[in-house]
């Protein structure tokens, strides 16, 4: 099989090193071309994301289209390509294939389960159809991998439950409460932390929420971008009674909430339960807030807990999902063996009904008397014996003709019926 892939990735390279090759979108129509250009490359596409930058390459001959890559990755990154050779992976043929299927499963993820990879395959794909670089390989390649990505999604626990604490919180939330439709958040602080949650709170539907922050203007900005409404600061106390939750980090060296505010704002909530998920080292919240009756109090200890949980589960699902992206990629090299052997099949079928029609027309020569019913059923025979007799090694030659690493099927069969001189195979 004539795939290449080459790449470095989060497990193979440090981040200065992925920086280096790490390509802006309208960098890569640029780079495909170059790919396709050289010669023996006739398909190309590239994945660029902020953990893996990978080349994938079909072509005449794997090392010079390995070459053509590491020419352009030491020409961009202004490294010899020997010094580029300790950080990339050279994967070829089947094993090229189980590793597309394995990414876009998100199999290979720093997250593993996370979704985001799928979009960015599908992305990646998409620029190389827009450059005309994906042929009848990379297509059916890339269609087969969405395929195997859906069915491991469908038939394992992989992308179940939360790895980031951001949407560990939400996710607590939503199984304190049935449903988010109809509650209110309040949000206490404005940064990154807060920010993640407040777009997964806005994504699982959070009927209201609400934005305070020390600087009152990154309040007011966070709370445009999240559909919500900035409160003061300094109305804290009082703000709590609104929220049905409240998430807080800011990073405040001492609890920024106390039992006191918290008592008085259930009070005005008529004891109506209210959910805290504090995020923030030093703690916002004081632990004694989880004394209070219907005030549910959960830390960064609780939610990490959750966390490596869901990443322990979800590593225990890359068994199941290693299963799926063998069976699939052997049926993809079924397709793609298949494939090399078809000029040589069509050549084969095209000589053996040369040499069906000149004994035809040798034998019915011989034959007198025959009327149109005999004729055509002579003809029928012969072409039925051909069909049998030649039905296994064709369907050897399919299974098995382009293998990696051998093409020795289809070889042996340009051989013994002299097909060498009628054309070559693809």
């Known amino acids: 099989m004539s795939l290449l892939l080459v790449g470095a990735n989060h497990k193979t390279a440090p981040v200065e090193f992925r920086e280096k090759i790490a390509l802006a979108k309208e960098e890569i129509p640029e780079l495909l071309s170059k790919m396709v250009a050289t010669g023996p490359i006739r398909e190309a596409m590239i994945l660029s994301t902020c953990n893996r930058t990978e080349f994938l390459a079909e072509g005449e ?31 070829a043929g089947l094993d090229a294939v189980r590793h597309v299927f394995s990414v876009a499963s998100s199999m290979d993820s720093m997250v593993v389960g996370e979704p985001q990879i799928l979009g960015q395959v599908k ?72 920010e993640t949650a407040g777009l997964h709170l806005k994504q699982k539907g959070i009927a209201k929420t609400y934005v305070t922050n020390r600087t009152f203007w990154r309040a007011e900005a966070l709370a445009k971008r999240l559909g919500g409404e900035a409160l003061p600061f300094e109305s804290l106390g009082n703000s709590l009674a609104m929220a049905d939750m409240v998430l807080t980090c800011t990073g405040a060296p001492e609890p920024i909430i106390t039992k006191e505010q918290v008592k008085a704002a259930m009070k005005a909530r008529r004891n109506k339960p209210i959910f805290f998920i504090d995020i923030a080292v030093p703690r916002d919240v004081h ?83 025959l009327d149109e019913r005999e004729l055509e059923a002579i003809d029928l025979m012969t072409k039925a014996l051909i069909k049998k007799l030649f039905h296994r090694p064709i369907v050897k030659m399919k299974r098995e003709g382009g293998r990696d690493g051998s093409a020795s099927f289809i070889g042996l069969a340009r051989e013994l019926f002299g097909l060498d001189g009628r054309g070559s195979g693809r």
């Not at 053509?68 to 994967?91: G, H, K, M, N, W």
């Not at 830390?299 to 299963?323: P, S, W």
């Open 123 to 194: 992305e990646a794909y998409k620029i190389s159809l827009q450059c005309r670089t994906a042929g009848p390989t990379i297509n059916r390649l890339m269609h087969h991998a969405f395929r195997v990505s859906k069915r491991v999604r469908t038939e394992t626990d992989i992308g179940r439950g939360a790895v980031s604490v951001a949407y560990a919180a939400v996710e607590m939330a939503r199984h304190v409460f049935d449903t988010l439709g109809n509650k209110t958040a309040l949000l206490v602080g404005a940064g990154e932390m807060i």
């Open 287 to 369: 632990p004694s807030v989880a004394e209070l009756q219907n005030v549910f109090l959960y830390d960064l200890d609780d939610l990490q807990k959750v966390v490596d949980n869901n990443k322990a589960e979800r590593i225990k699902e890359l068994e199941k999902a290693g299963e799926i992206v063998a069976e699939e990629a052997r049926k993809f090299s079924l397709w793609f063996s298949s494939l090399e052997a078809e000029p040589t099949i069509r050549e084969l079928l095209e000589w053996a009904e040369e040499v069906r029609i000149k004994e035809l027309r040798k034998t019915l020569k011989r034959l007198k008397g």
């Open 61 to 91: 001959d794997i090392h010079s289209s390995l070459e053509v890559i590491r020419e352009i990755l030491a020409s961009r990154t202004r490294v010899s390509t020997r010094d580029l050779d300790p950080y990339l992976y050279v994967l």
